[in-house]
């Protein structure tokens, strides 16, 4: 029975790392820049998994990888790892981290094209209804607003732009992902998109001048714990399960059940952090489940 959900099973793991690595990366970026979190991350990613991949297949690059892996999982890495994640956290600080979760909880939905274009994947009726509901879903929990705060959305263009492009950014990286991997093990596909992303944001670092912002780390060791830790729940873990759902379900599929952190960080605000939850947001997050425990079907 799990057998035939692997992919499912994968995505819902790779939110539940990403809600972890997110909380993380987001003490150590206030403690630092994002812009040092998000290349040291990298860094750390490719030496955890340079050491996993020594034990378990011998060498720390995947030197077995095909021109095809190498040229388009590097390229899903760059669009995914650097301009993706570029855009995406340039959005947070011009319209907020609401709006911009807002939009990218679109993503499945370009995915899903995408998926239809490149893959010839077809939803069935079941597949469109849960991801329906799971965007639903989380649009009720991002719109929620927390006790005693005033909504408001920033609208700049600017801003929704980047938003967009963030959400553009993450699909084809995820569908360039499935294309370069093929059967390819998912975990040293995950270091090809590593190399190629660490490789991306050190040419920006370059470009802006950025690397005085690394010393930071040589003093705060709390931040230099939080993004390890990060970095191991999310582009080590995370990423190499959310490619071990691509390779096993629709494309479209595994994007929707990987979205649904917005949702997952309610019950760990509730228990960290005792932040009450409004009933909006309980609503959208039952339609939510509702969506995923329709796409297992």
């Not at 390229?75 to 995406?88: A, E, H, I």
């Not at 893959?119 to 991801?131: D, V």
């Not at 991002?142 to 006790?147: A, D, G, I, R």
């Amino acid at each position: 029975m799990l057998t035939n959900h692997i992919g499912e099973i994968s995505a819902l793991l790779t939110a539940m790392l990403w809600v972890l690595s997110g909380t993380a990366f987001e003490r150590a970026g206030k403690r630092v820049s994002s812009q040092a979190v998000n290349l040291m991350r990298l860094i750390m990613a490719v030496l955890i998994m340079g050491v996993y991949l020594t034990i378990r297949r011998g060498s720390p690059i995947p030197f077995d990888a095909s021109q095809k892996n190498w040229l388009w999982l590097s390229v899903s890495g760059l669009v995914g790892f650097v301009l993706g994640d570029f855009f995406l956290f340039e959005s947070y600080v011009l319209v907020g981290t609401r709006l911009a979760l807002l939009i990218m909880s679109l993503s499945p939905i370009l995915t899903g094209i995408l998926g239809y274009l490149v893959f010839g994947e077809k939803l069935s009726l079941l597949n469109i209804l849960g991801i329906v509901l799971v965007i639903l879903g989380i649009m009720l929990v991002v719109l929620t607003k927390n006790q005693g705060e005033k909504m408001k959305l920033n609208i700049r263009p600017r801003g929704l732009v980047y938003a967009i492009l963030g959400a553009v950014g993450q699909s084809i990286g995820l569908i360039f992902s499935k294309l370069g991997m093929g059967d390819f093990d998912p975990f040293a596909s995950t270091q090809i998109r590593l190399i190629a992303g660490t490789f991306g944001w050190i040419v920006l670092f370059l470009i802006f001048g950025w690397f005085p912002r690394l010393k930071r780390f040589t003093t705060d060791r709390k931040a230099l714990g939080f993004t390890f830790m990060g970095a191991f729940f999310g582009p080590f873990l995370g990423v190499s399960f959310a490619l071990t759902a691509m390779q096993h379900t629709k494309a479209a599929v595994a994007s929707a059940i990987m979205s649904i952190m917005p949702v997952l960080i309610l019950p760990v605000n509730w228990l960290l952090f005792k932040e009450k939850i409004e009933n909006r947001a309980i609503l959208g997050a039952v339609i939510t489940v509702i969506g995923v425990v329709i796409l297992y079907l």
